[in-house]
């Protein structure tokens, strides 16, 4: 595909309920990112990967927040036992180097609801 | 702990005129400053973007200008057109502990041009 895709658009959640984010990043890029973008606030960084190996968690929230990346391409986000204030837009950026400040492409996010 | 603020949150501007956004920040160890614009349901997308060995970039209508000294960077909008109504966030860049380059954003400003 042509950007980084995210599916899904839109997710509600009942509190309680487990919830899986799929990000489809840009053929070819090493670098992904998950970013977490509360209502009228900038993106918060969650956790980075080169290829399929994780190596920046620093940003997620608490232990029920999961990402991985097997094969070092999709990435799926996953957070257990959702609560209210895990409510935000979910953003996914990929970009092509690894090290160097690499233009990072961003998708359009998928917005979860926790109700 | 805010490393990037932002102002204003809202700005407007009338056709034709300049906008005008600044940043300032507080960790010296930031060594990228890019500006990412972002329309509604959309992900950010690079704008433009500076390292701190320079005082000002122009890119079009866009230039950032630069003060190291004070920690302190603007976003400037020459010609503003009603395309340019968004929100703007900047950011701030550095390398994290695990090696990864790790964006932190500011709070936004939300732009809107007038005709």
């Known amino acids: 595909g042509a950007g980084v895709s995210q599916s899904p658009r839109y997710k509600v959640a009942k509190r309680g309920q487990d919830v899986a984010l799929r990000c489809d990043p840009i053929?070819?890029?090493?670098?992904l990112f998950w970013y977490q973008q509360a209502l009228g606030q900038g993106p918060e960084f969650l956790t980075y990967f080169q290829n399929e190996a994780q190596l920046d968690k620093s940003g997620l929230p608490s232990d029920r927040f999961f990402a991985e990346r097997p094969e070092g391409s999709v990435s799926t986000l996953k957070i257990q036992r959702t609560q209210q204030e895990d409510s935000a837009v979910y953003l996914c950026a990929s970009s092509l180097e690894a090290q160097l400040p690499a233009e990072a492409f961003f998708g359009q996010g998928t917005r979860l609801t926790v109700v | 702990q805010q490393q990037v603020k932002q102002s204003p949150q809202s700005l407007i501007v009338q056709k034709g005129g300049i906008s005008i956004i600044n940043c300032a920040y507080e960790n010296t160890a930031f060594d990228y400053f890019p500006w990412y614009q972002q329309f509604p349901g959309k992900g950010p997308a690079l704008l433009i973007a500076?390292?701190?060995?320079?005082s000002e970039k122009k890119e079009g209508r866009f230039t950032i200008s630069f003060n190291k000294s004070a920690k302190q960077f603007s976003l400037h909008i020459m010609d503003s057109q009603p395309g340019d109504s968004a929100t703007y966030f900047c950011a701030a860049s550095r390398k994290s502990n695990f090696g990864n380059e790790k964006l932190t954003f500011g709070t936004g400003t939300r732009l809107t041009i007038i005709p």
């Open positions: 053929s070819g890029h090493v670098s």
């Open positions: 500076i390292r701190p060995d320079v």
